[in-house]
């Protein structure tokens, strides 16, 4: 899954604009963010374990899924240069290994205070909501660019 960069300013958004991604997980994915989160809970890596679950087989896990949705505000809508504030998250159902989700991000409202939006967020299978939320990023303006783009760097 490589995303093309979209820069989108809080003047480019409207309210409903929606971007989605698709991702086929695969067990790499899931070892990769175990090793990368520390989560090392069996449920995610021993097929053994997890059979004696209530799944009966690996899940991803839950953050990894809301994971696709940073990549999509970080990508997509409203892209480069946003800044999460907030995000709220409701796991619904199991990410399984080899399942395909879909993740969409919706505008549901824009505060022109601060230039934030926030955006309806929802992963599913099929016709399955595996997870649902919402997010609220500070945007860039072409304005705030413009002021940014004549200052010479802070030495840091």
């Known amino acids: 899954m490589v995303l093309s960069l979209q820069t989108l300013f809080y003047e480019d958004l409207s309210l409903g604009q929606t ?8 067990a790499s994915d899931v070892v990769g963010f175990a090793e990368v989160s520390g989560d090392r809970n069996p449920i995610h890596l021993s097929e ?3 059979a004696r679950t209530p799944f009966r087989t690996r899940i991803a896990h839950g953050l990894y899924t ?9 990508t997509r809508l ?3 240069g946003a ?3 907030s995000q709220t998250l409701k796991f619904r159902a199991p990410v399984r290994i080899g399942d395909e989700v879909v993740v969409s991000v ?23 909501v595996v997870l649902e939320g919402e997010a609220t990023v ?6 705030e660019m413009a002021e940014t783009a004549g200052r010479e ?4």
Not at 66 to 74: D, E, K, P, T
Not at 138 to 143: A, D, E, N, T
């Open 19 to 26: 971007e989605s991604l698709t991702k086929i997980v695969s």
């Open 48 to 50: 053994h374990f997890a």
């Open 66 to 74: 809301a994971s696709l949705i940073s990549a999509l505000l970080g």
């Open 78 to 80: 409203p892209g480069p």
């Open 83 to 85: 800044i999460y504030l």
């Open 106 to 128: 919706t505008i549901a409202e824009l505060i022109e205070r601060g230039h934030r939006a926030r955006l309806d967020c929802l992963c599913k299978v099929g016709d399955t």
């Open 138 to 143: 500070k945007v860039p303006s072409r304005s």
């Open 153 to 156: 760097p802070e030495d840091g």
